[in-house]
């Protein structure tokens, strides 16, 4: 059973930093690039992370770009986000998941609030 578990969210000032763990279970951790998506209310879900947990290899969109950096720890099957020089516009809920063909599966999220 895929169990996606994200944490770390909370409020902050703009210019604040924040780092969101997600705790993968229930698959072959390293066969996938995991990423990291957000919500924020009144919009569609977007990508704004993914790391290929087999080379390393990253991508970001630039409204992140710069500012967010995506890591793994595959021996503990974790994904983490360093978000750095938060903006109001950041302020969404954010998901792991999937980079290519996300799991039908979401977790509940971590709400992010960046404070202007």
């Known amino acids: 059973e895929v169990q996606l578990v994200e944490s770390g969210g909370g409020l902050v000032q703009a210019g604040g930093s924040l780092r969101l763990s997600c705790a993968a279970s229930?698959?072959?951790?390293?066969?996938?690039?995991i990423g990291w998506f957000r919500q924020a209310p009144g919009k569609e879900r977007e990508g704004v992370s993914c790391?290929?947990?087999?080379?390393?290899?990253?991508y970001y969109p630039d409204s992140v770009k710069g500012r967010f950096t995506i890591s793994s720890d595959n021996a503990k099957n974790m994904v983490y986000l360093q978000m750095n020089s938060l903006k109001p516009e950041d302020t969404a809920i954010y998901y792991c998941?999937?980079?290519?063909?996300?799991?039908?599966?979401w977790g509940q999220g971590t709400q992010v609030t960046v404070s202007s």
């Open positions: 998941n999937r980079c290519y063909a996300p799991f039908d599966y």
């Open positions: 790391i290929s947990t087999s080379d390393g290899n990253t």
């Open positions: 229930g698959f072959t951790f390293d066969d996938y690039a």
